[in-house]
């Protein structure tokens, strides 16, 4: 693997679709919604929140992702995902410092997310570089859509 330093983080596109949408299905214990995750879910989203998500590429192949937005009030981080062989050299935290970055841009001031409680890997990412877990709230859903299945991919 080539260094860090050759991975660029941009802002991602509908034309990132397709290889973010194939990272998203290497990934085992990844949660994908076969209506919000599907190419109109995502551009819908991504029309919503145009400067917000951002890919990581190398050698024009995506080897990471966050779809981030935000209500004007909170940003929300969604599928923050890295490429198994390119975990833990900083690939993930400079993607996180961008969509922080553009965030701030658009005037919000705190961003939360959901990691699974099974997501070891991302538990101990987010512990590790600073991010708080909230032990003070209950998570609560209402699925207005019974159509929108999430697959966990094995």
Same mark, same amino acid.
């Given at each position: 693997?080539?260094?860090?330093?050759?991975?660029?983080?941009?802002?991602?596109?509908?034309?990132?679709?397709?290889?973010?949408?194939?990272?998203?299905?290497?990934?085992?214990?990844?949660?994908?919604?076969?209506?919000?995750?599907?190419?109109? %879910? #995502?551009?819908?989203?991504?029309?919503?929140?145009?400067?917000?998500?951002? +890919?990581?590429?190398?050698?024009?192949?995506? &080897? =990471?992702?966050?779809?981030?937005?935000?209500?004007?009030?909170?940003?929300?981080?969604?599928?923050?995902?890295?490429?198994?062989?390119?975990?833990?050299?900083?690939?993930?935290?400079?993607?996180?410092?961008?969509?922080?970055?553009?965030?701030?841009?658009? %005037? #919000?001031?705190?961003?939360?997310?959901?990691?699974?409680?099974?997501?070891? +890997?991302?538990?101990?990412?987010?512990?590790? &570089? =600073?991010?708080?877990?909230?032990?003070?709230?209950?998570?609560?859903?209402?699925?207005?859509?019974?159509?929108?299945?999430?697959?966990?991919?094995?």
């Amino acid at each position: 693997m080539a260094g860090t330093m050759d991975i660029l983080i941009r802002e991602m596109t509908m034309e990132d679709y397709k290889q973010v949408y194939a990272l998203w299905t290497e990934i085992k214990g990844f949660g994908i919604r076969s209506i919000d995750d599907s190419e109109q %879910g #995502v551009e819908r989203f991504l029309r919503r929140n145009p400067t917000t998500s951002v +890919v990581a590429v190398q050698n024009g192949r995506i &080897i =990471g992702n966050i779809l981030c937005g935000h209500d004007g009030r909170t940003g929300c981080f969604y599928h923050v995902c890295v490429a198994k062989k390119y975990r833990n050299h900083g690939v993930g935290y400079r993607m996180v410092r961008a969509a922080m970055e553009a965030l701030q841009k658009e %005037g #919000v001031s705190k961003i939360s997310l959901v990691a699974f409680k099974s997501n070891q +890997v991302g538990n101990a990412f987010w512990q590790g &570089i =600073g991010w708080q877990e909230r032990e003070d709230l209950n998570c609560y859903e209402f699925v207005l859509n019974e159509e929108n299945i999430t697959r966990f991919v094995k």
